[in-house]
């Protein structure tokens, strides 16, 4: 099972700052089964990056992802105040799913 | 409009067994599979597994495996996650999600409790 960590644990950032979150895998992913969801309190995830660098419909160009093999980066290039939330990056390999254990970008 | 509608919040004691249930509208449901999610108290995503609902195909995770089971009837484009004995450790939220590969369309959740 392919095993994703991401870091940092937490992201303490101001509205309009950049945000930058990885997420690595314990082996090489394909680029097509790399996911990225945003998460907020009390609400169901959304998807946001698909196939590591589509943006889902709706989702702001302010989001971009990138990567490959077992390195993949989501991007928030100026915070808004909607953004502050939960990230997981997700894979999909040998049949089976794993999440990563999520980024919480709060606040500073 | 796609739309995965769960059943509410289900209060039971270890050792019941539970059904909660996924609708989904706005799209043949057969085109997609249907996944479902754990997400227990201030914890991350689970995935538990997933099933095609042409012909209820089931894969599960390994964690999950032997514990739920997956079903669906796709006449009523319902899909169901199953217990037959909760236990305490059961308690969470759980989310249905339409599956192709990334979850596009997910249920607003249904809150499992576990308690005596």
């Known amino acids: 099972e392919t095993v994703l960590t991401q870091s940092p644990g937490t992201l303490s950032l101001s509205p309009g700052e950049r945000a930058t979150l990885s997420c690595r895998a314990s082996?090489?992913?394909?680029?097509?089964?790399l996911t990225w969801y945003q998460q907020k309190p009390g609400q169901a995830p959304r998807v946001l990056i698909y196939?590591?660098?589509r943006r889902a419909t709706g989702i702001p160009d302010r989001f971009s992802g990138s990567g490959s093999g077992t390195e993949f980066t989501l991007i928030i290039s100026r915070l808004e105040p909607e953004d502050f939330a939960v990230y997981y990056c997700?894979?999909?390999?040998?049949?089976?799913?794993?999440f990563g254990p999520g980024t919480r970008v709060d606040i500073k | 409009e796609v739309q995965l509608v769960q059943s509410g919040v289900e209060v039971k004691k270890p050792g019941e067994s539970l059904t909660i249930s996924c609708k989904a509208s706005?799209?043949?449901?057969?085109?997609?599979?249907i996944t479902w999610v754990r997400q227990m108290p201030g914890k991350g995503l689970e995935w538990m597994g997933r099933?095609?609902?042409?012909?209820?195909?089931?894969k599960y995770s390994p964690s999950f495996q032997g514990h739920v089971t997956i079903s669906a009837d796709k006449s009523i484009s319902t899909a169901y996650l199953q217990w037959s004995s909760l236990k305490a450790s059961d308690t969470a939220i759980y989310y249905c999600?339409?599956?192709?590969?990334?979850?596009?369309?997910w249920g607003q959740g249904t809150l499992v409790v576990v308690s005596s």
């Open positions: 999600a339409r599956d192709f590969k990334s979850f596009d369309y």
């Open positions: 706005g799209y043949n449901f057969t085109s997609y599979w």
């Open positions: 099933l095609d609902p042409r012909d209820s195909y089931t």
């Open positions: 082996q090489s992913v394909s680029s097509s089964y």
């Open positions: 196939g590591a660098s």
């Open positions: 997700q894979q999909y390999g040998n049949s089976v799913f794993t």
